[in-house]
T-cell receptor, first 112, second 111 residues
Framework: EPEVTQTPSHQVTQMGQEVILRCVPI?????FYWYRQILGQKVEFLVS????????KSEIFDDQFSVERPDGSNFTLKIRSTKLEDSAMYFC??????????FGSGTRLTVV | GQNIDQPTEMTATEGAIVQINCTYQ??????LFWYQQHAGEAPTFLSY????GLEEKGRFSSFLSRSKGYSYLLLKELQMKDSASYLC????????????FGKGTRLSVIA
């Protein structure tokens, strides 16, 4: 069964550093998303992406965040200057038309 | 704002049936999803309802009433591996719109 692949599975970074989280969505999917889940809390939407541009973003997705689809397969989330409160599980998801959103296995980001 | 409510925790016995409820008040509605999430793992898709009624898929069924803003997930013949969080999520609009998640219901299946 096709999968959404995320790397790395776990990243530890110092406060103020930049991190790039990588995702390879399912190849024929058209819509891409980043979500985050702080430990013990609900899954929260960050940003959606379609046709090489951002479709929608939440209030969490401020100027420290950016997304790119640099080469037609990878989909990246960059956090420019990490803060302690950015520590969370970050999930990439993709979907085709009206079908279920398929989530990747996530990157656990720990900011110290 | 968008509001999706589900019980925080439930406990059920192996072999039994459990019903997890979800109510929503959202600015629009274009489908309701149920996901299963084991601790530390990704949510995995269980079901999708956009019209009223019951959708059955093996041991899992999901029901939707749009007029009541209500859904439930029914799990039959519970197994220990069903211990997980069950997430109710609503798609507000059509097109490239994200899912809005509830806080999830942590289900513990006991022997």
């Amino acid at each position: 069964e096709p999968e959404v692949t995320q790397t790395p599975s776990h990243q530890v970074t110092q406060m103020g550093q930049e991190v790039i989280l990588r995702c390879v969505p399912i190849s024929n999917h058209l819509y891409f998303y980043w979500y985050r889940q702080i430990l013990g809390q609900k899954v929260e939407f960050l940003v959606s992406f379609y046709n090489n541009e951002i479709s929608e973003k939440s209030e969490i997705f401020d100027d420290q965040f950016s997304v790119e689809r640099p080469d037609g397969s990878n989909f990246t989330l960059k956090i420019r200057s990490t803060k302690l409160e950015d520590s969370a599980m970050y999930f990439c998801a993709s979907r085709l038309l009206n079908y279920g959103y398929t989530f990747g296995s996530g990157t656990r980001l720990t900011v110290v | 704002g968008q509001n999706i409510d589900q019980p925080t925790e439930m406990t059920a016995t192996e072999g039994a049936i459990v019903q997890i409820n979800c109510t929503y008040q959202t600015s629009g509605f274009n489908g309701l999803f149920w996901y299963q999430q084991h601790a530390g793992e990704a949510p995995t898709f269980l079901s999708y309802n956009v019209l009223d009624g019951l959708e059955e898929k093996g041991r899992f069924s999901s029901f939707l009433s749009r007029s009541k803003g209500y859904s439930y997930l029914l799990l039959k013949e519970l197994q220990m591996k069903d211990s997980a969080s069950y997430l109710c999520a609503v798609r507000i609009h059509s097109g490239n719109t994200p899912l809005v998640f509830g806080k999830g219901t942590r289900l513990s299946v006991i022997a």
